[in-house]
């Protein structure tokens, strides 16, 4: 199984993603540069948070011109799974990938906290580590992680089940209360129809071992190194 990771000027979680991916997959992930044209023959592809660009213009639009983002949308399209953390969620927003904006936190504030998130859907490649509606707790760290799209977008996501969590309080309520950004419909992640395509704002890789604090995270990263290994054996 192997994995990348994209790196942009300004990614700052490109290191931590690789630790993670690498204490799950069992090989650390190569590191490809903004810059390059082309992407290894891989079997996943994480595109990190940071502040790509240092968020000028908005946030992740300069990201999604970079030249290596060509080459992952043609991936994603032909079906290999992409994850994008954070700024990788505004990036593939901004490609295209997946639906809807990121906005400016509803308190025009910058937020860096743990938080609980609800798992949505454990029937996904990505979620499949968790059980359905178990909270969670993942760290945040965003000025612009207010999720916004059009109604007829959202009652699409709804109704496909491609929101993938929501912000939640410890016992798993949702409410305006638990929303730390002002998101829609508490939204924290979201999937692209194929289901291969999941951008979330909180970073699980933060908390995927005991010595950062937690080990919510690291369900994931299991997750999917299961998956990729059970494709990869079919």
């Not at 011109?65 to 593939?92: K, T, W, Y």
Request: hydrophobic share 45%; aromatic share 6%.
């Amino acid at each position: 199984m192997s994995a990348a990771v994209i790196v942009f000027p300004g990614s700052n979680c490109d290191r931590d993603i690789q630790v993670a991916l690498a204490a799950s997959l069992g090989s650390a992930p190569e590191m490809v540069w903004h810059g390059e044209a082309t992407l290894p023959d891989v079997d996943l592809i994480v595109v990190p948070g940071g502040f790509s660009y240092g968020d000028y213009l908005r946030s992740g639009a300069m990201a999604a011109h970079s030249p290596v983002m060509r080459e992952v949308v043609r991936r994603a399209n032909d079906g290999v799974p992409v994850l994008g953390i954070c700024n990788g969620f505004q990036i593939l927003t901004e490609t295209g990938l997946l639906p809807g904006v990121l906005m400016r936190n509803a308190g025009l504030r910058f937020v860096c906290r743990d938080i609980h998130l609800r798992v949505e859907d454990n029937a996904t490649i990505f979620t499949r580590g968790y059980n359905k509606h178990q909270v969670i707790r993942i760290p945040i760290a965003h000025n612009e992680g207010n999720y916004f799209t059009d109604p007829e977008t959202l009652a699409r996501l709804e109704g496909d089940g491609r929101v993938a969590f929501r912000y939640c309080d410890p016992s798993g309520a949702i409410s305006d209360a638990a929303n730390p950004n002002g998101s829609l419909a508490n939204i924290a992640g979201v999937l692209n129809a194929a289901g291969n395509v999941l951008g979330m704002m909180p970073h699980p890789e933060r908390l995927a071992e005991a010595a950062l604090g937690g080990t919510d995270g690291r369900a994931m990263f299991d997750g999917l190194a299961e998956a990729l290994a059970k494709a990869g054996a079919s």
